[in-house]
């Protein structure tokens, strides 16, 4: 299809650019659907339906599809001023977290050719068959990573209850929990899906659900029974494992690729190009059973038989009027047909099929399922596969897809469901994404150090806590395997017992190398190397942190060799990281603050924008001239923990990995605070937080989780903040009073200590929710009178708790 036919389709009539993508297709793979999104991202761009420079594109629905098409915008168009994706889920893909049900990329197109082929094959959010959880995280994480660095925003929790498209183009979006500012945009992608499985409401559980067919079913029921209702890939899928003995799904397609058909897979592809013939009507079991069944190697039916599930029956429902619709995987229609072949010919008669029935009375969510004509059954475990709750999912949009042909002509099967393809020119556009080199800084404020070759470096025990370096770099210069990007290869023969301090700096050190590995003799390194590492001290979920580590074998001959005491080069190497993590924020913010103006989901007047890069020139002299200012400030801009001695794993996460996903907002978030909350606020020199004034403390802070738990309104409020605020450029809540009951050792009276609050001053905790973000776009003034109307709720907020004590003390 060209760009302008995909538009055409995917547009509904009446307006000019609301799209639906993936929607109402037959086939609505992971796969598919990602393609559809790519192609349908390269004809908006190709039909310029979208301003490359300053527009505003929204997409409704956190799917595969979804997505998809925010990272393609995001990657291919980063100068837009919006580009949000609305989820009514708390996270994307939250269907398929942690499913095991197995999702292959090419499955669905057997016996196509590379049709066995395990990877996707896609320019960008590419995956690999396995586990639907494991392909959600996979996937999620390239997405959350492209949502710190990028304009990508996303809303989740929030449900759009309806589109107002206007006579002159842009669209209005309406949320259910947040205002309307900022919601009107060009383009809007509706990648709603299909919505919740129907009749889940009973005993059935969503097809993404842990299954209980995965395992054996144990039970004291006679004759137990296991109804599944449903003739497509769902309940064929569900069918197949009822019938085999506790194999997970991933297994079952294991097995099914790797069947030798012999003649029968010719066979088998002759009966699908009869079935998809003009005006066909071919009865595929029938076909199967009188074509096959000769034809399927002895070893086949061996297999198939010894996997089947003794003790058990089961009754496979369709109210179709023929067993396996020709829209299903062949694949799985070959499943169905081989176990029910398999359980005649043994004599078992353990599975019943009933066809072209309907239930007698309600949809039977639970209690005993009637079927006209057939005696009540009371089955152990049902299985529901009715379809999606479809009218549920359209319902905020019934208005405007009443007039969209593809709703309206959805029910389409004259033609096989084939996996889309790219087109050639989304091919072209996103393989180019590939290739092309990073961009570099339009401006670098600070020259960044000559590039090197790859860096060796050696380390070896010289006396009791002194070590012995050599390589091509030394300890004054090692800031240079970041700022050049090389890679390391360090050898070290000194056990962790005898590191010391040092053990965590070659953790930071090599954890944000471009590539990293660690040679060694000892196997403790491994252990301590991954505690560091440990994604639970890190400051999000979507970071490649790790340092790996490799059996010593030959070390390289020592060059010029220099001796070190080990807190001496620690020091001195964690001072060379700070400065070049502090020369990398330096270089973001000027890209976002200066000429360049870079978007990053926060549009900024430019005014303002110009006070802010003024104000961090100051705060940057300020850390650059004071080593101890400059660690605690970028410390607790990616650690929600503020302790006098700080967590050895703490240190890890301050590098340049987390530089523009975690510390350029959150210091434009203090700055803002900085510059229009009528205190004078700078870089803290000492604990609580990493900014303050005379009068107050504060803690910026950019995690996007905090122990393994993505940061929300609670997470945010049972945290042991230090500090009087609290700035969580990730929490996107309004301004929180942190409350709780009032510890039993201490009194409303008590005064603060450095380190611990008194009652009166519980932190108050200020999110980027939409009124800041909006507060920001308009200016400076509006800014004074946002943070202004929070200091007033909370001065509110104080005597109303002070007066609650006082009360109760009488």
């Known amino acids: 299809m060209t760009p302008q036919e995909i538009i055409a389709e995917a547009r509904i009539p009446g307006t000019n650019s609301v799209l639906v993508l993936g929607s109402f297709e037959k086939r609505v793979t992971v796969y598919s659907q990602q393609v559809r999104a790519l192609n349908l991202v390269d004809a908006i761009l190709s039909e310029n339906l979208v301003r490359p420079n300053g527009g505003k594109v929204a997409i409704v629905g956190g799917g595969a599809a979804g997505i998809t098409a925010a990272v393609a915008l995001a990657r291919t168009s ?61 996937l999620r994480a390239e997405f959350d990573a492209e ?68 395992g054996p079913i144990h039970t004291q029921v006679a004759n137990p029974i296991l109804f599944i209702s449903g003739n497509g890939d769902g309940g064929l899928v569900d069918f197949t494992m009822a019938a085999f003995n506790a194999l997970e799904h991933h297994q079952i397609c294991a097995m099914l690729m790797g069947l030798d058909l012999g003649a029968a897979r010719a066979e088998i592809e002759a009966i699908e190009q009869e079935a998809w013939a003009p005006g066909a009507t071919v009865d595929l079991l029938a076909e199967y059973r009188a074509r096959l069944r000769p034809l399927v190697p002895l070893a086949v039916w061996q297999e198939i038989a010894g996997q089947l599930r003794p003790a058990m029956l089961i009754h496979f429902h369709t109210r179709d009027a023929q067993l396996l619709r020709r829209t299903t995987a062949l694949h799985n229609r070959l499943a169905v047909y081989l176990i029910l072949e398999a359980d005649l010919e043994l004599g ?71 996996s889309p393809t790219l087109t050639a020119s989304a091919h072209a556009r996103f393989t180019a994404l590939q290739l092309a080199p990073p961009p570099a800084p339009a401006v670098t404020p600070v020259a960044a150090a000559p590039a090197v070759n790859a860096i060796a470096l050696t380390l070896s025990l010289a006396a009791p806590g002194h070590v012995a370096w050599s390589g091509n770099l030394d300890p004054g210069t090692i800031g240079q395997v970041w700022s050049t990007n090389r890679t390391l290869a360090l050898y070290c023969d000194i056990p962790t017992v005898e590191i010391g301090v040092l053990a965590p700096v070659i953790a930071r050190l090599g954890a944000h190398a471009t590539g990293f590995m660690l040679h060694t003799t000892h196997n403790g390194w491994r252990t301590t190397l991954g505690a560091l590492c440990a994604g639970k001290a890190l400051p999000g979920p979507d970071l490649d942190i790790r340092c790996p580590v490799s059996d010593l074998q030959i070390a390289p001959a020592p060059g010029q060799m220099t001796q070190h005491s080990i807190a001496t080069l620690a020091a001195t190497i964690d001072g060379q990281l700070d400065g070049e993590v502090l020369r990398q924020l330096h270089v973001a913010l000027h890209e976002i603050l200066g000429p360049a103006a870079a978007q990053i989901g926060w549009p900024i007047e430019p005014a303002l924008r110009a006070k802010l890069w003024d104000l961090w020139q100051q705060w940057y002299v300020a850390l650059a001239a004071d080593s101890a200012k400059c660690r605690r400030y970028l410390r607790l801009l990616v650690s929600e923990k503020d302790r006098e001695i700080p967590d050895e794993a703490a240190l890890v996460g301050i590098g340049p990995k987390t530089v523009r996903p975690f510390m350029t907002k959150s210091t434009i978030f203090a700055l803002a605070f900085a510059a229009c909350s009528g205190l004078v606020l700078s870089p803290a020199a000492q604990r609580p937080g990493n900014i303050a004034s005379e009068a107050l403390t504060a803690h910026s802070c950019g995690i996007s989780w905090i122990n393994e738990r993505m940061l929300g309104t609670r997470a945010a409020m049972e945290q042991g903040w230090t500090t009087g605020v609290v700035l969580l450029s990730q929490l996107r809540e309004a301004a929180l009073m942190m409350e709780g009951d009032l510890r039993m050792d201490r009194n409303i009276s008590d005064a603060a200590s450095v380190g611990r609050i008194s009652p009166a001053e519980d932190p108050l905790v200020i999110g980027a929710d939409d009124v800041f973000i909006t507060a920001l776009e308009a200016g400076e003034t509006t800014m004074r009178e946002y943070l202004r109307s929070i200091f007033e709720w909370r001065s509110r907020a104080a005597a109303q708790a002070l007066e609650e004590v006082n009360d109760d003390a009488a």
Not at 83 to 97: G, I, M, P, Y
Not at 149 to 178: E, M, W
Not at 183 to 192: F, G, N
């Open 147 to 214: 949502c710190h660095k990028t304009i990508l925003t996303l809303y989740n929790d929030q449900a759009v209850t309806g589109l107002i498209p206007s006579s002159l183009g842009p669209i209005r979006v309406v949320v259910d929990k947040s205002t309307a500012i900022g919601r009107i945009y060009d383009v809007v992608i509706l990648a709603i899906g299909f919505g919740l499985e129907a009749y889940l409401d009973g005993e059935t559980l969503s097809y993404w659900s842990p299954s209980a067919l995965a």
């Open 78 to 138: 980063p100068n837009l001023e919006r580009l949000d994706l609305f989820e009514r889920n708390s996270a994307v893909l939250s269907l398929q977290h942690g499913s095991r049900r197995f999702l292959h990329p090419h499955f669905y197109d057997w016996p196509a050719a590379d049709s066995d082929r395990n990877d996707a094959g896609l320019p960008l959010m590419n995956w690999t068959a396995g586990a639907a959880g494991d392909v959600a995280a996979t």
């Open 348 to 418: 078992r008669n353990a599975i019943t099929v009933t066809t072209n029935a309907e239930f007698d009375g309600p949809i039977p969510k639970r209690g005993e399922v009637r079927i006209v004509g057939q005696d009540a059954i009371d089955p152990l475990r049902r299985f529901l596969r009715l379809g999606p709750d479809a009218a549920s999912n359209l319902k905020p949009f019934q208005d405007l897809l009443d007039h969209y042909p593809g709703a309206i002509n959805a029910p389409r099967s004259a033609t096989r469901p084939e």
